[in-house]
């Protein structure tokens, strides 16, 4: 399929740092104008993380899903609490921020929303183990996601109305531990089984198919995403740090472009100290196309450039330098210019 970003577009992965919607979503407008973001600010606390954030929009739709804070994460509660109550205000403000910024935007825009197998190795059920037991409640959270993915699709399209498109996130890091059977039960003394890579992409799929035309994809910044099992489930494109392949994970990405899947190529560092030239910021993204032999127009246009992931830990000079050089690799992968800015490198 047609990705719906111009070839090498640059946009972020979702988090910023600060507690400021309205200044972030204004650099997101500012640096990113081919595809903007709604901007996720985990520095507020609670309710603002990206499990929070999602727990707020589970109830919306499904008020059993509403979530409060536990001394290890958090677990489902129902709607009424505190931290539910502060994430639907966080996010409010988040949405209206965007909106503000993208006055006359006739762009894509992307929204982020955490995946429910993520999800479910993160919240606790009332037992005190993590959905990740319960197949049902697994089910039961990705039915609910979808449904939630409607509105919030709905929602942006509302406030956004001259959008070209609108794009989902589906942010899945912890999925290669589920899938290995790497999460802690309760106890502290042993590991939940393995999902089957089966069960994992029946959830997925799920979740993808919500929105009808809208783009959906997956976002997995950890080591070896299953570049494969993503697009086997559905995922229009998958976002991934490229900076640390193995050679499997190089080839599903070429599976995955050759089918007119599109790639969010993480390549600019999350934290730094010192502007990347044009060169060494596109240097990943130049390499992994030249390893794969698909340097030409036709893939390129379904890339897109991103950090390698959330910018939330990096300093507020630091993620505006990340963001302009995600910018300054589109433009050298589409060779608009040369290349400028120097560091050194």
């Given at each position: 399929?047609?990705?719906?970003?111009?070839?090498?577009?640059?946009?972020?992965?979702?988090?910023?740092?600060?507690?400021?919607a309205?200044?972030?979503?204004?650099?997101?407008?500012?640096?990113?104008?081919?595809?903007?973001?709604?901007?996720?600010l985990?520095?507020?606390?609670?309710?603002?993380?990206?499990?929070?954030?999602?727990?707020?929009?589970?109830?919306?739709?499904?008020?059993r899903?509403?979530?409060?804070?536990?001394?290890?994460?958090?677990?489902?509660?129902?709607?009424?609490?505190?931290?539910m109550?502060?994430?639907?205000?966080?996010?409010g403000?988040?949405?209206?921020?965007m909106?503000?910024?993208?006055?006359?935007?006739?762009?894509?825009?992307?929204?982020?929303?955490?995946g429910?197998?993520t999800?479910?190795?993160?919240?606790?059920?009332?037992?005190?183990?993590?959905?990740?037991?319960d197949?049902?409640?697994?089910r039961?959270?990705?039915?609910?996601?979808?449904?939630?993915?409607?509105?919030?699709?709905?929602?942006?399209?509302?406030?956004v109305?001259?959008?070209?498109?609108?794009?989902?996130?589906?942010?899945?890091?912890?999925?290669?531990?589920?899938?290995?059977?790497?999460?802690?039960?309760?106890?502290?003394?042993?590991?939940?089984?393995p999902?089957?890579?089966?069960?994992a992409?029946?959830?997925?799929?799920?979740?993808?198919?919500?929105?009808?035309?809208?783009?959906?994809?997956?976002?997995?910044?950890?080591?070896a995403?299953?570049?494969?099992?993503?697009?086997s489930?559905?995922?229009?494109?998958?976002?991934?740090?490229i900076?640390?392949?193995?050679?499997?994970?190089?080839?599903?990405?070429?599976?995955?472009l050759?089918?007119?899947?599109?790639?969010?190529?993480?390549?600019?560092?999350?934290?730094?100290?010192?502007?990347l030239?044009?060169?060494?910021?596109?240097?990943?993204?130049?390499?992994?196309?030249?390893?794969?032999?698909?340097?030409?127009?036709?893939?390129?246009?379904?890339?897109?450039?991103?950090?390698?992931?959330?910018?939330?830990?990096a300093s507020?000079?630091?993620?505006?330098?990340?963001?302009?050089?995600?910018?300054?690799?589109?433009?050298v992968?589409?060779?608009?210019?040369?290349g400028?800015?120097?560091?050194g490198?």
């Amino acid at each position: 399929m047609t990705m719906p970003w111009r070839p090498a577009a640059a946009t972020g992965v979702g988090s910023m740092p600060g507690t400021s919607a309205r200044e972030a979503a204004r650099i997101v407008a500012g640096e990113l104008p081919d595809l903007v973001h709604v901007v996720e600010l985990p520095d507020r606390g609670p309710g603002s993380d990206m499990i929070g954030r999602t727990g707020a929009m589970l109830t919306q739709v499904e008020s059993r899903f509403g979530l409060e804070t536990t001394p290890d994460g958090w677990r489902i509660a129902g709607a009424g609490s505190r931290q539910m109550r502060l994430a639907h205000a966080y996010l409010g403000e988040d949405l209206d921020a965007m909106e503000e910024s993208t006055a006359e935007y006739a762009g894509p825009v992307k929204v982020q929303m955490v995946g429910p197998l993520t999800f479910a190795a993160a919240v606790e059920l009332r037992s005190g183990e993590r959905a990740l037991r319960d197949p049902g409640a697994m089910r039961d959270i990705a039915e609910a996601l979808a449904l939630a993915a409607g509105e919030q699709v709905g929602d942006i399209r509302r406030r956004v109305p001259h959008a070209s498109s609108v794009l989902i996130q589906w942010d899945e890091p912890g999925l290669p531990a589920v899938l290995e059977g790497r999460i802690g039960t309760a106890s502290g003394l042993s590991s939940y089984a393995p999902v089957d890579p089966q069960q994992a992409e029946r959830l997925l799929a799920t979740v993808l198919a919500a929105s009808g035309d809208t783009v959906s994809g997956v976002h997995c910044c950890a080591e070896a995403p299953p570049v494969d099992l993503l697009r086997s489930a559905g995922a229009s494109f998958v976002s991934i740090d490229i900076t640390a392949l193995a050679d499997a994970s190089d080839q599903a990405v070429g599976r995955l472009l050759e089918s007119g899947g599109g790639l969010l190529a993480g390549c600019v560092p999350t934290v730094g100290a010192r502007r990347l030239s044009d060169t060494a910021a596109s240097a990943p993204v130049r390499a992994l196309l030249h390893r794969l032999g698909l340097e030409d127009d036709r893939h390129l246009a379904g890339v897109a450039i991103s950090p390698t992931c959330g910018l939330a830990g990096a300093s507020p000079a630091w993620a505006r330098a990340a963001l302009e050089a995600c910018a300054a690799v589109g433009r050298v992968l589409r060779q608009d210019e040369t290349g400028g800015a120097v560091d050194g490198q």
